[in-house]
């Protein structure tokens, strides 16, 4: 699939996933579009950890309670590390997007689903359970998880905004 069918194509999944595993040669791809990402003066602050283990796969359902979640064959979980690389700034934040959009097009492109879980983990102490789950390092946070698999039903990207209520040349709201 091409780079412009697979944006197209992208879209947040929730439903259930078939009982088909997904071979660590595919999850591998998708890390690595993650790793091949822009990130804040090439510091490289994100990180990942694949979890495709069925009993630790439950474990992160019992913290991160979703279908899609559950019935997960794989969960990506993209690891940040806020420390400033550039005058006191840190883009721990914006690396993690930007692989994270990279990791749901390889997704897409390959045939898989998914949808990216950032907020539903960073309250009632989620991301902290995933932390001690994942065996993170102290100076380490779970910012997202991307559950991932074949899935059941087949569903079409929301519908967008046209372009020209987006986007426009030379100032916002469009030339005179």
Known sequence: ????????KRHSYRGDFRDIPIPRKDLERIVDAGIRAPSGRNEQTTAFVIVDDESRLRDLAGIVKKPVVSSAKAVIACIVEHRPVYKGISFAVEDCAAATENMLLAITALGYASVWIDGNIR??????KLKRLLRLPDNREVRVILPLGVPVESCAQKEKKPFEERAWYNEYGGEE
């Open 123 to 128: 309250v009632d102490g989620k991301a902290e």
């Open 1 to 8: 699939m091409d780079l412009f069918t697979a944006i197209e």
